[in-house]
């Protein structure tokens, strides 16, 4: 159940936001679409793909930090909480925005 719970009147009701998230690679301003735009970002940035955990995600380590970016193997399911954690790992490449 998504949304914001509102209250007026005395009344409480659930408002569905319709507003959609997408991750901002900010040196070019592109919307990040695909994963194959996201893994040539973040090779870019020194990330590879790890391989040997969940099948049912795509992984991807640095070398020179213990960080561990885990996604959903099926795009549809890229929300906002992965888009978050790939800003938090990589800051100043990557934003989140209201569409």
Not at 2 to 8: I, Q, R, S
Not at 24 to 37: A, K, Q, R
Not at 66 to 93: E, R
């Amino acid at each position: 159940m998504a949304g914001v719970w509102v209250f007026n009147n005395g009344v409480y009701r659930l408002e569905n936001s319709l507003r959609r998230r997408v991750l901002v690679h900010l040196p070019s301003g592109e919307v990040v679409s695909s994963y194959s735009s996201l893994e040539h970002i973040l090779r870019g940035l020194g990330w590879e793909r790890h391989y040997g955990g969940d099948p049912d995600l795509y992984q991807f380590h640095k070398h020179s930090s213990i960080d561990l970016i885990s996604l959903p193997k099926d795009f549809s399911k890229f929300c906002s909480v992965h888009m978050y954690d790939i800003v938090v790992k990589n800051p100043n490449v990557f934003h989140v925005r209201d569409m």
